[in-house]
């Protein structure tokens, strides 16, 4: 295929002012920021798959910032003060991704946030309570709201579960549908002039007097600023990042009449969740059964997390309820030392927006728009 361009694709594909490596959230995102602020500027995403790779549209859908299991964890890593910020920019990305594609495009639907506990959980449990005063505290001048969060027992009945005898809820948290957002977010950034070419992997950068050239499976490429967006494939391409893959495998069921779960849950401090979609149970997780086999950039699944993922439905989610496995994928996310997104200019016109830690619905508005405005300053 590279061989047989002609002169008039050479000329008008194979060149822009800026080049953003991976058509996910955060790409899409930047790109849109920077044709929005400057529409004269070129704007080209060079996506390695025929949909967009990664976890864009292979997550669960969840519009959530944080379960209080995951803060308590987080808390430990970063203190108090940038987790303050971390979440701040998990509820300002939501609102900013809401507000640039409206909620009905998105699916968005806010039917609340619930983490559950086993008895045998009991000491783990015990703390989160301890703590959601705390929490509470420390997120109601970002949502401006009081009590967000809260201890929801009476309310394990309603939703059928079995052996869970403490439930915590968040009533901010939402799920949404990623095919439809990630659609959205394509046609807004066409309808700005933004050019995308899907099936196009980037193999190497190398640097020239006038930019970037970007080598691929499809030809050369030449821009100005090159923003990698590419999450957990980064490394290929910036080997020295703290950055790590995390597989995420994923199943839904056939639909199941009367269902009763309406929400988006956690699970065994955020390593499993699920919530309903078009009367069906999505249910993913379990990569901490085994970090090593999951910290992969390899689509698939393994036996011991499909078998983990069908035991928890069985006992806990679906108990005496008939059900059947539909669907399975796999997504990959990036994770690393620190809970923020890597966003900087690696090396001399090359940029990178990456590692979102599992929260790239929330974060992944916010953070392109950072990398897209972080871009425009260096024209």
Same mark, same amino acid.
């Given at each position: 295929?590279?061989?047989?361009?002609?002169?008039? #694709?050479?000329?008008?594909?194979?060149?822009?002012?800026? !080049?953003?490596?991976?058509?996910?959230? $955060?790409?899409?995102?930047?790109?849109?920021?920077?044709?929005?602020?400057?529409?004269?500027?070129?704007?080209?995403?060079?996506?390695?798959?025929?949909?967009?790779?990664?976890?864009?549209?292979?997550?669960?859908?969840?519009?959530?910032?944080?379960?209080?299991? #995951?803060?308590?964890?987080?808390?430990?890593?970063?203190?108090?003060?940038?987790?303050?910020?971390?979440?701040?920019?998990?509820?300002?990305?939501?609102?900013?991704?809401?507000?640039?594609?409206?909620?009905?495009? !998105?699916?968005?639907?806010?039917?609340?946030?619930?983490?559950?506990?086993?008895?045998?959980?009991? @000491?783990?449990?015990?703390?989160? $309570?301890?703590?959601?005063?705390?929490?509470?505290?420390?997120?109601?001048?970002? @949502?401006?709201?009081?009590?967000?969060?809260?201890?929801?027992?009476?309310?394990?009945?309603?939703?059928?579960?079995?052996?869970?005898?403490?439930?915590? #809820?968040?009533?901010?948290?939402?799920?949404?549908?990623?095919?439809?957002? =990630?659609?959205?977010?394509?046609?807004?950034?066409?309808?700005?002039?933004?050019?995308?070419?899907?099936?196009?992997? $980037?193999?190497?950068?190398?640097?020239?007097?006038?930019?970037?050239?970007?080598?691929?499976?499809?030809?050369?490429?030449?821009?100005?600023?090159?923003?990698?967006?590419?999450?957990?494939?980064?490394?290929?391409?910036?080997?020295?990042?703290?950055?790590?893959?995390?597989?995420?495998?994923?199943?839904?069921?056939?639909?199941?009449?009367?269902?009763?779960?309406? %929400?988006?849950? /956690?699970?065994?401090?955020?390593?499993?969740?699920?919530?309903?979609?078009?009367?069906? @149970?999505?249910?993913?997780?379990?990569?901490?059964?085994?970090?090593?086999?999951?910290?992969?950039?390899?689509?698939?699944?393994?036996?011991?997390?499909?078998?983990?993922?069908?035991?928890?439905?069985?006992?806990?989610?679906?108990?005496?309820?008939?059900?059947?496995?539909? /669907?399975?994928?796999?997504?990959? =996310?990036?994770?690393?030392?620190?809970?923020?997104? !890597?966003?900087?200019?690696?090396?001399?016109? $090359?940029?990178?927006?990456?590692?979102?830690?599992?929260?790239?619905?929330?974060?992944?508005? /916010?953070? %392109?728009?950072?990398?897209?405005? =972080?871009?425009?300053?260096?024209?």
């Amino acid at each position: 295929m590279p061989n047989n361009l002609s002169y008039w #694709e050479k000329k008008n594909f194979f060149n822009a002012d800026v !080049i953003i490596i991976g058509s996910g959230i $955060v790409g899409l995102n930047a790109a849109i920021t920077i044709k929005t602020t400057n529409p004269k500027v070129s704007v080209l995403i060079l996506e390695r798959g025929f949909l967009p790779s990664g976890a864009s549209t292979k997550n669960a859908g969840f519009a959530c910032f944080g379960s209080i299991s #995951e803060l308590i964890e987080q808390e430990k890593l970063c203190g108090p003060g940038a987790l303050h910020s971390l979440i701040s920019k998990r509820w300002k990305g939501l609102l900013k991704l809401r507000d640039l594609l409206g909620d009905d495009n !998105i699916q968005f639907k806010n039917y609340g946030g619930y983490e559950l506990f086993k008895p045998e959980q009991q @000491v783990l449990a015990e703390e989160c $309570v301890s703590k959601l005063s705390h929490y509470n505290a420390l997120i109601e001048d970002i @949502v401006l709201q009081k009590g967000v969060y809260t201890q929801a027992n009476s309310k394990i009945s309603n939703f059928g579960f079995n052996g869970i005898d403490v439930l915590l #809820e968040n009533k901010l948290e939402a799920q949404i549908d990623p095919g439809l957002m =990630m659609k959205a977010l394509i046609t807004k950034s066409k309808a700005l002039g933004v050019e995308l070419l899907s099936n196009c992997k $980037v193999d190497d950068l190398i640097e020239e007097d006038n930019g970037i050239a970007l080598i691929t499976n499809q030809g050369t490429f030449t821009g100005k600023k090159v923003l990698l967006t590419n999450n957990a494939f980064v490394n290929e391409l910036l080997p020295d990042l703290a950055v790590t893959p995390g597989r995420g495998q994923v199943v839904v069921t056939k639909p199941i009449p009367n269902l009763k779960i309406k %929400g988006a849950f /956690h699970y065994d401090k955020g390593y499993y969740y699920f919530r309903n979609i078009d009367g069906r @149970v999505l249910l993913g997780g379990g990569r901490n059964l085994n970090f090593r086999a999951e910290q992969t950039t390899q689509f698939g699944e393994t036996e011991l997390v499909q078998n983990a993922l069908h035991q928890l439905l069985k006992d806990v989610i679906l108990p005496e309820t008939d059900f059947e496995i539909e /669907h399975k994928w796999s997504g990959i =996310m990036a994770f690393g030392p620190q809970l923020a997104p !890597i966003i900087e200019e690696a090396k001399p016109n $090359v940029f990178c927006a990456v590692r979102c830690n599992g929260m790239g619905i929330a974060i992944g508005s /916010h953070t %392109g728009e950072e990398a897209g405005e =972080m871009v425009l300053r260096s024209l």
